[in-house]
Nanobody
């Protein structure tokens, strides 16, 4: 059984910073890409940032220059450092990971439960 557990969300004023963490636990053979998605009320879930096991990153245009994704492969953990937060960043943020449980099994997507980020104006 694999679990992705997020932490670090909360309420912050516009211009502030938050750091999200997501730790993957369980019987894991390997993790490929990890990423953060977000979903605001009435909107579709969207990719915020992603990082491969080799460290290559990809960001949504709306967060480039403000957010930084990183990971600790030894700890199966991914982070999202968010600076210069705006009210439009308000959403539930979800962690995602592409995980292989054993050799020979396919890669499978796993999701965290989500953490609320609220940015007040």
């Amino acid at each position: 059984q694999v679990q992705l557990v997020e932490s670090g969300g909360g309420l912050v004023q516009a211009g502030g910073s938050l750091r999200l963490s997501c730790a993957a636990s369980g019987s894991i053979f390997s993790i490929n890409a990890m990423g953060w998605y977000r979903q605001a009320p009435g909107k579709q879930r969207e990719l915020v940032a992603a990082i491969t096991s080799g460290g290559s990153t990809n960001y949504a245009d709306s967060v480039k220059g403000r957010f930084t994704i990183s990971r600790d492969n030894a700890q199966n953990t991914v982070y999202l450092q968010m600076h210069s937060l705006k009210p439009e960043d308000t959403a539930v943020y979800y962690c995602n990971a592409d995980i292989k449980l054993r050799v020979g099994l396919p890669w499978k997507d796993y999701w965290g439960q989500g953490t609320q980020v609220t940015v007040s104006s």
